[in-house]
């Protein structure tokens, strides 16, 4: 029988075999972004951010209130001088596998939650080499691996494996998987992963708990150490993310940023980024067994987060963090994916398919998708479309001595 929110378990408390580190980064950032009223900013605020060399948490939270919209040419063009900076013209260039999607948690927003009827598979390390060895053949030298959040069909040394397999073929190796501990991540780390991703969805404690009913990914403190713990397991960079629309955008953009920040004074040595999702429809099957396109959720705010809020957002993180790397997915469209690069993202991937088992076509069986891209365009493509902007579409700059 299904469990009501009352009694469920709560979202703040560990469950058994989950690490907990000392550190009171969480009540740090999370106190702040409750104190963050973004309406309180003034244009002279906006102003005096614009002008600062280097930029505090108030000027970062004043770029991204309601009184920088009218700034957000200004904004645009600092940010592209900012990358330029620090990133030259170069655009890096890399593309997701999904190795999975069975999923244990009940997230109600997510394609692979463990409710949606959807054809779910795995890969094994034959079906993951051929799936390598066919992007790999499209010249990408950097891959981020994926999978379900499930410990059970993905434990750590299937992906460890996956990792193994994919330092054969490429010389940057990413994972987006479920949180896991220190011991873990590092063994992960001398199986060829370099850098950790993961979406914290929200930083808004209570809207956490409504949308993720069930499963590890319900505890919110865990999700949220993550990256702490991959770093102290070794990895040489995280990524953070809000899934902008499960809640306040500006207040989830803000702590962002702000868990950034901190992880950065903590870890001066760690290479940070950005990935600057928005809500996109999922996939799933429908009474009659048709494939069938819903929603998900209804965004914070009746219509989500548009294209100029996310690019005023972007903006607001390189001008913050200028030395961070940023990426812009397959979420949204290819004309936005295009204006942004050498602006303020630098990373932009390509060719990429969310399902299971799409990149060879000596992988018969596939897998459902997670959610519905937007920029359907293969690598030469995505490349052209770099070149023609006068940057320099880039591979790999990282070289194993």
Partial sequence: METTQQ?????????????????????????????????????????????????????????????????????????????????GNSVYMFTP???????????????????????????????????????????????LILTGESRKMSDVTYIGEACKIARKYFRMV????????????????????????VFQETYDSGRYAQLHLGGHKRVFPYRFYAQERALKGGMRGVAFAALLGLSDYRKDAFATGLHAYYIQRSYPYAEISFSCPRLRPITTMSGDGSEEVIPVIEPIGGNGVSERQLLQIMCAYRLFLPFAGMTISTRERAQFRDHVVGMA????????????????????????????????RDVAEVFA???AQGLQPVMNDYVYV
């Fill in 97 to 143: 596998i999904y190795i999975s999607n069975y999923c244990e948690n009940y997230c109600v927003y997510c394609g692979f939650n463990c409710k949606n009827q959807i054809h779910r598979m795995k890969l094994n390390t034959e079906e993951m080499e051929k799936e390598m060895a066919a992007i790999a053949k499209t010249g990408l030298e950097e891959i």
């Fill in 345 to 376: 993202a630098t990373k932009i991937s390509a060719g990429v398919s969310t399902g299971i088992g799409s990149h060879s076509e000596e992988v018969e069986e596939q897998g459902d998708n997670q959610f519905e891209i937007a920029d359907g």
């Fill in 7 to 87: 009694n469920r378990p709560s979202h703040m408390e560990y469950m058994e075999g989950m690490e907990q580190i000392d550190s009171d980064m969480l009540e740090r950032v999370v106190s702040a972004m409750e104190r963050y009223d973004a309406d309180a900013y003034t244009t002279q605020d906006v102003r005096n951010a614009l002008c600062a060399e280097n930029r505090s948490i108030e000027d970062f939270a004043a770029l991204l209130s309601p009184a920088a919209e009218p700034f957000l040419e200004e904004m645009a063009r600092k940010a592209k001088e900012e990358t330029s900076k620090h990133f």
């Fill in 174 to 197: 990413g994972l987006e998987v479920y949180p896991m501990n220190t011991e873990e991540y590092r063994y992960l780390r001398e199986c060829g992963a370099d850098y950790v991703t």
């Fill in 385 to 387: 479309a770099i070149k």
